[in-house]
């Protein structure tokens, strides 16, 4: 049940969808020559049985049945971004796309898995029109006016999942920020806290830099909705040092749990005067939406 009314009306409402994880498994032993190993094995153990891509059109209509003028995808479309991957991707962006809502989308750190898919341009060549063509850090409008800043934190890396946003990104953000009116909406692929009350991250799976930014965002004073994905559970927190700023991350859109008995979610997002509301959008034997409301962040002794 909805904690409050539906009134006031949203500036903007937007669907905030993350880590689809279209795979393949790769079968010719010459791709596998690189980190693309690990991520097939990943494929073969987990993600062929977890992630239900077959099922990624019957969100996409469900999602269009709500109505959404924006759909924001924060990365992670791939497992190991392989061309038949993008593929799918691609196809599925556009397919939703058609049906209503505007989509922008970033890159996940699984969609420049490998040097090689980088030096390819890959993601570039098969999400022309779908990822942003300018340099990321970006500023879009949503319909209603509200800000939405899109923030580069991907990298290839020989082994890990480590994501990283230098100075230079930071203090462009940052401009970006204190130019725009709030309260306003600033998206990337990883999370800015390590551990909240939804997920835990390892060393491996971070974000350098991630402090930076999070201080960064903090100090312009603005009202801020932090929205990532990566950690492939919902949350969503009041910032403990900034009490302007808050932190969502979205559950993986077709990732079925077996103990949850859940088979994906995604979330809903109102832009409000004077702040967001947040709605978690979640697949059992039937869609359900439920208000969630941001729970206080405990910094981690990391
Ligand atoms: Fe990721
Ligand atoms: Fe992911």
């Not at 989509?103 to 030096?119: K, L, M, Q």
């Amino acid at each position: 049940m909805d904690a409050r009314p539906e009134t006031p009306e949203p500036v903007d409402r937007l669907c905030h969808i993350a880590d689809v994880h279209f795979w393949t498994v790769e079968r010719n032993p010459l791709r596998l020559l690189n980190k693309r190993f690990l991520g097939n094995l990943n494929v073969l153990l987990r993600r062929r049985r977890e992630y239900r891509t077959e099922i990624v059109d019957a969100y996409a209509d469900h999602v269009a049945e709500l109505a959404f003028p924006i759909v924001l995808q924060t990365g992670d479309l791939t497992s190991t971004a392989l061309d038949d991957e993008f593929l799918r991707a691609a196809r599925f962006l556009r397919r939703l796309r058609d049906l209503g809502p505007d989509v922008i989308a970033i890159p996940g750190n699984h969609d420049v898995y490998t040097f090689e898919s980088v030096r390819k341009r890959r993601i570039a060549r098969h999400l022309d029109g779908l990822i942003p063509a300018d340099d990321l850090p970006a500023r879009r409008t949503l319909p209603g006016g509200t800000p939405l800043i899109l923030v580069p934190t991907v990298r290839p890396n020989i082994l890990s999942s480590r994501g990283e946003v230098d100075a230079d990104t930071v203090a462009k953000t940052r401009a970006l920020v204190e130019a725009a009116p709030d309260p306003l909406i600033v998206a990337g692929h990883y999370p800015l806290l390590t551990t909240t009350h939804g997920y835990a991250t390892s060393w491996s799976r971070r974000l350098i830099g991630a402090d930076r930014l999070r201080d960064a965002l903090g100090a312009t004073g603005k009202r801020i909705l932090y929205v990532c994905g990566h950690v492939h559970r919902f949350s969503y927190e009041q910032d403990d040092r900034w009490p302007n700023l808050q932190h969502l991350s979205t559950a993986a859109l077709v990732q079925r749990r077996p103990r949850q008995q859940t088979d994906g979610a995604f979330t809903e997002i109102h832009a409000i005067p004077d702040g967001f509301r947040v709605f978690q959008h979640v697949r059992a034997a039937a869609w359900s939406r439920t208000e969630a409301a941001p729970r206080p962040h405990v910094p981690d002794a990391t």
